[in-house]
Every structure is written in C-alpha cells, then in structure tokens.
C-alpha cells in the first residue's frame, strides 16, 4: 500500500492528513496556523509527518490563491500576511526530504470531486466554491487545467457588473464581490441590517424584507449569469458547487440551475448539469493525495 500527506493550510488552521492510495483517511491531525510566521507552521508539519510513523510518496498541499504554482511560491493570500513570497514547496522539502506538491485549494477541491465525488465519470468537471470567497477549478480527464501560467481559474476579479460593489483588493462589480458570503454579508451591513453570515440575508429575505431580497436577488442573478458563460466557454459536462453559501443555504444550487437554464441556448439547456459539491471539508485534504499519486504515477 502507497501512502500521500495532504495538508490544507488556511487562514486559522492547518490540518495534516495521512491518506492511503484508496483515499481512504488513515489519520488526521489539525492546528493553529501561525499566519505571520510560516516557518512555525511547517516546523510542526514536518514533526505531524514525523509521528504519523509511514514511507509517503509525496506531499501534496491545498493553500487559498494567489499562488505562483511553477514555481511553488505562496504570492499574496490576504489572510496569510506573514506567507506573501514565500517558497513554500522548497522549503518543506528541505525539511521533510520528500517531494511536494502546492496547488490552489479549489483546484485541489475539484480534483477530488472529480475523481471520487459529485463529478466523478465526468471528462469535463466545473468546479466553484461560493463560501467567504470564490474560487473554481476546472478538470480535464481527471487532470488539473492550469494554463499556461498557472493562474487559470482564477475568477474571484471577473468583472460582471459595471461600477457594481466591490471589496477588498478586487474591483467594483467582480464576481467575489456580488455573489460570496462576504459580500452579501457586507452589501446587508451597508444597508444597515443586522447579520452575522448570508444565511441571515437569505432567512430576511425569505420574511419579506426587501433589501435582503434585493442582495440575494443579485447574488443569484449575476452567478448564473457567471456560470452561463463558462458553459460557453468550456462547455463542461457538469458543475459542481460547493462551499458554505451554495451548500447551506436552502435551495441555493437549484435556484442557480434554473436561472442557468434560461440564460443558454434553448438546444442546450437540457445537457446543463448543476450538482452541490459531496466531499465536504475533506475535499482539500483528498485532492492534496490525488495530486500526489498521479504525479508519481506519471513519472
């Protein structure tokens, strides 16, 4: 039996898995990650990796964009300041003597859901997660669609809306700012509504109030408006939708699936396939082994 470590590092916590070439789980521990100091944190990855007691093949990690993929450099996550510029591929092997593997965390998300979850037997899979961001990867037989820079995917700026809201670093009327749980959360504070998440949004609009109605509205519209446009862009087989917005709120992904359908070609509205995302807060953990063993099996 083969094994991979996965890790998924985030703005809060990091979680280390050791993961066997039946992607089954085998241990899996978590910690703070220290967001000002990367070295602490894979210090106490390479000591995790050390207990887990196996020979790995590689290791393979999912780490929020932007990310400079060729090279294995952390670029400029906004909620990892201390890990701008940092070679993290290189460092980790120095430290641990094994390959590793950095990919963008929602590509490694629609690397598992294409080999073994919601996308699984499909060539062309469509991956975005609608959570405190947007991120979206997309799959081609089982393989990662990087470009040519490695920065493919990378939709969070798409702009849809002209002079539309904006937050952040990203421009006014992006995606990220009309459709993310952020940014209805943020629209519904503005117009001064008292809510700690976007299912709050949704619950007042659901009672009636108008302008949680408006923000969802939006919301809805300019994402399918969004994925209508990769449809005809890359023509995937199916999208796959997960992340906290899409997966918690009560009818999200086939409200989505409605409005695709009448925004494309009447020809081609039958073959349109919406799904919610199955492999929950694991996928980036799988995805990370996936990387590994299909790299060391194409070598």
């Known amino acids: 039996m083969k094994y ?6 985030g703005g809060t916590n990091t979680r280390v898995a050791l993961i066997n070439e039946k992607y089954e789980l085998m241990e899996r521990k978590q910690f703070s990650t220290d967001a000002r100091n990367p070295e602490q944190t894979l210090d106490q ?8 007691g196996y020979k790995i093949e590689g290791i393979g990690i999912s780490c929020p964009g932007p990310l ?4 294995g450099i952390i670029l400029t996550p906004p909620n990892l300041p201390g890990w701008h510029y940092f070679h993290l591929t290189e460092q980790l092997q120095e430290k641990t003597g094994v390959n590793v593997y950095l ?5 490694l998300a629609c690397l598992a859901e294409s080999v073994l979850g919601a ?7 469509q991956f975005l ?16 669609y990087r470009g040519s820079k490695g920065f493919a995917q990378e939709v969070a700026n798409s702009i849809l809306w002209k002079n539309g809201p904006y937050q952040g670093d990203l421009k006014k009327g992006s995606i990220e700012s009309i459709a993310s749980g952020t940014a209805i959360t943020k629209r519904a504070r503005e117009m001064g509504l008292e809510v ?9 609009a659901k009672e009636g109030n108008q302008e949680a109605a408006q923000i969802m509205e939006d919301a809805y519209e300019y994402l399918s408006s969004f994925i209508g446009i990769l449809y005809g862009v890359l023509d995937p087989e199916i999208f796959v939708l997960g992340g906290s917005v899409a997966l918690k709120i009560p009818g999200f992904v086939e409200e989505i699936m409605r409005r695709v359908k009448e925004k494309v070609y009447e020809s081609l509205k039958e073959n349109i396939k919406i799904v919610p995302a199955v492999l929950g807060e694991d996928c980036g953990l799988i995805g ?3 990387l590994v063993f299909h790299s060391v099996n194409t070598i």
Request: net charge negative; charged share 25%.
């Open 196 to 204: 700690e998440h976007a299912g709050d949004v949704f619950a007042m």
């Open 103 to 107: 990919e963008n965390d929602a590509n």
């Open 119 to 125: 996308g699984k037997e499909n060539d062309y899979v």
């Open 68 to 71: 400079d993929l060729l090279k």
């Open 45 to 52: 990855i390479k000591q995790v990796i050390d207990e887990f």
């Open 4 to 9: 991979a470590v996965g890790i998924d590092v």
């Open 129 to 144: 997660t609608i959570s405190t961001g947007i991120g979206a990867g997309f799959c081609i037989h089982d393989q990662i």
């Open 288 to 290: 990370a082994a996936c």
